[in-house]
């Protein structure tokens, strides 16, 4: 039961777990405080509004709690969470990363979406 356990956890995070993760990779709010569960909430909110149909957020059964799905959780630290460059560039970013990593999973040749004048 705890194998299954733990791989549920590589899928699926509770808010204090990745409250707790980000807090051990030291990622802080726009303004240099720790990230709060206010924070994270309105985070996920702006998550769930800019990518609707990714569906990174899962209710467990019979209970009111939230999970986030560990793609999700990738999707705040590397780009509501950072601070190096605009979300929008960093939202482009990310998605292109997350294309070649299943590309490479698929064992798929890449084709280029991209326009060289885009």
């Not at 209710?59 to 630290?77: A, C, P």
């Not at 960093?90 to 060289?116: P, T």
Request: with cysteine.
């Amino acid at each position: 039961m705890r194998v299954i356990m733990d791989e549920f956890d590589h899928v699926f995070l509770p808010y204090w777990k990745i409250l707790d993760k980000l807090k051990i990779l030291n990622i802080k709010t726009k303004n240099g405080k720790e990230i709060s569960h206010k924070d994270l909430r309105k985070a996920i909110s702006v998550m769930i509004k800019k990518h609707p149909t990714c569906r990174w957020r899962s209710e467990k059964i019979r209970s009111k709690r939230y999970y986030i799905l560990f793609e999700g959780y990738l999707w705040l630290v590397y780009v509501y969470f950072q601070s190096e460059k605009k979300q929008i560039d960093a939202d482009v970013d990310f998605f292109k990363m997350r294309i070649e990593v299943y590309e490479e999973f698929l064992k798929v040749n890449s084709k280029s979406l991209w326009n060289e004048d885009i």
